[in-house]
């Protein structure tokens, strides 16, 4: 059975940090990229920094760069999402995802950013 389990989420004050987890079963996890996602309320899911099989960086979006690091451990079966300097607008629920021939979705952990 495919899982992936978001962990880490919670609340902090603006400024502050917080690493996301997301730890996978049931594939062969070091085959496949990985990503992190996001969505806010009443706005659409975005990516957020993609990681290639091999721990290659290939994509990290503009809103988020200089703040976030995705990173991934194979061993561990393991992709992680360093935050940084926190905003509010940071605020959503944050969705780990494995692509490779089929594509996988966690269920997600909230990020809430606020004093």
């Known amino acids: 059975q495919v899982q992936l389990v978001e962990s880490g989420g919670g609340l902090v004050q603006p400024g502050g940090s917080l690493r996301l987890s997301c730890l996978a079963s049931?594939?062969?996890?070091?085959?496949?990229?990985m990503s992190w996602h996001r969505q806010a309320p009443g706005k659409e899911r975005e990516l957020v920094a993609t990681i290639t099989s091999t721990g290659g960086i290939t994509n990290v979006a503009d809103s988020v760069k200089g703040r976030f690091t995705i990173s991934r451990d194979n061993a561990k079966n393991t992709v992680y999402l360093q935050m940084n300097s926190l905003k509010p607008e940071d605020t959503a629920v944050y969705y780990c995802?494995?692509?490779?021939?089929?594509?996988?979705w966690g269920q997600g952990t909230q990020v809430t950013v606020s004093s």
């Open positions: 049931g594939f062969t996890f070091s085959m496949y990229a």
């Open positions: 995802k494995a692509v490779w021939v089929r594509a996988y």
